[in-house]
């Protein structure tokens, strides 16, 4: 009888007594009963009415409080935020990327004759044929002080290069950094020569070629020490000379694709049948061979096409697998570009450096 005379709320509040004595807040039933204002025995017959009642199934059993986990915040922005976010680096790359195809090298005041030289792979190591590319190095720096010097008095005057890619073996993670073991050269000489080479040209445009791609370390380092800005790019540059009355388009690629056992040059003739772009002048290197073809088009335009030679000597792969070993001419190519000349002479080659630069020499004091 005394159960109907308690409500429901008396019995479940004694229910929850009863947990906080198990959960140690009340030292027993006498302290709570105590703290409650209850006398002892009235805490304990409630207690025993809410079981006798959860028995007969009355009333519900109590339901454990869960535990509070703690917030700790999303470790990111929203995700929204991030697609905004990757949109507008995206449209910026995109731009970017376009910015770069058939860019301007521009020669504003005049239509000055200038050299071009398009240096073939150099490979700076122990295979590097240094005391050639030291010799061309010196008619850029014009160190007999045969010609004029350029306006900041490092360079010979109007003498521009372009690097073609590869500049050092830099042999990549995995089976192949095993020739490092071969060959008495490590990355951090390689590090210096790239350096050293980046010093001591004027450069107007500088591509890496696959070795130099090989571990992305290499081209990562040349382009934060590339102090001048000056353009580089992986594998390929498509750019103009431009000149006050006329430019010349440049195609350069480390490998133009395709290749023929019959035509060095088969990949550039390609480039200029199927492309759409007309450039005067197509480059590569890659191969370590020297090729040279000036070609009338159907629509009158002369075009130039051009592979470097390099200055990498006994090339183990290249002695096993039968490739050709070059002289050292065509290590590089220089050409000197006249805007306002007519066909073939607009852009003139010229497989020896030196000769190339006294031709320059010439056609700039006329
Ligand atoms: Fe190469």
């Not at 229910?15 to 004595?21: A, C, G, K, N, T």
């Not at 027993?28 to 007969?56: D, P, V, W, Y």
């Not at 790019?233 to 023929?260: C, N, T, Y």
């Not at 061979?289 to 070609?295: C, N, T, V, W, Y």
Request: glycine fraction near 6%; proline fraction near 4%; include cysteine.
């Amino acid at each position: 009888m005394a159960a109907q005379s308690l409500d429901s709320d008396t019995l479940r509040e004694a229910l929850e007594i009863e947990q906080q004595i198990e959960q140690g807040v009340y030292k027993n039933l006498t302290e709570a009963a105590r703290e409650l204002g209850l006398a002892r025995s009235t805490l304990a017959h409630r207690i025993e009415t809410a079981h006798l009642q959860i028995h007969k199934g009355n009333m519900e059993e109590p339901s454990s409080e869960p535990p509070i986990l703690p917030e700790f915040g999303d470790k990111d922005i929203d995700v929204e935020e991030i697609i905004d976010h990757m949109q507008s680096r995206f449209q910026k790359r995109q731009a970017h990327e376009a910015a770069k195809k058939w860019f301007e090298i521009k020669f504003p005041k005049k239509d000055e004759v200038i050299g071009l030289v398009a240096m073939g792979d150099p490979h700076l190591g122990p295979s590097c044929d240094f005391s050639t590319l030291r010799s061309h190095i010196d008619i850029f720096q014009n160190k007999k002080k045969k010609y004029k010097f350029s306006k900041d008095g490092r360079f010979t005057d109007g003498l521009y290069c372009l690097q073609l890619g590869d500049v050092a073996d830099n042999w990549p993670w995995g089976r192949l950094a095993a020739l490092y073991a071969e060959e008495d050269i490590s990355r951090p000489t390689e590090r210096k020569l790239g350096k050293w080479l980046l010093e001591s040209c004027p450069w107007i445009v500088w591509l890496h070629g696959n070795h130099d791609m090989f571990h992305g370390e290499f081209t990562t380092y040349l382009e934060s020490i590339n102090c001048q800005k000056i353009p580089m790019m992986d594998w390929q540059a498509k750019f103009k000379l431009v000149f006050p009355s006329g430019e010349i388009r440049i195609d350069a690629k480390h490998e133009q694709k395709f290749s023929s056992q019959y035509n060095p040059v088969h990949g550039l003739k390609k480039t200029i049948l199927w492309g759409q772009e007309q450039p005067d002048l197509i480059l590569a290197g890659h191969r370590h061979i020297s090729a040279l073809a000036q070609e009338e088009l159907e629509n009158g335009k002369c075009v130039t096409m051009a592979r470097a030679r390099g200055y990498k000597w006994h090339d183990k792969f290249a002695l096993r697998y039968q490739f050709a070993e070059s002289s050292a001419w065509g290590s590089s190519w220089m050409f000197v570009i006249d805007v306002t000349a007519e066909g073939p002479m607009k852009i003139v080659p010229f497989g020896d450096i030196e000769e190339g630069a006294d031709y320059l020499a010439w056609k700039r004091s006329r």
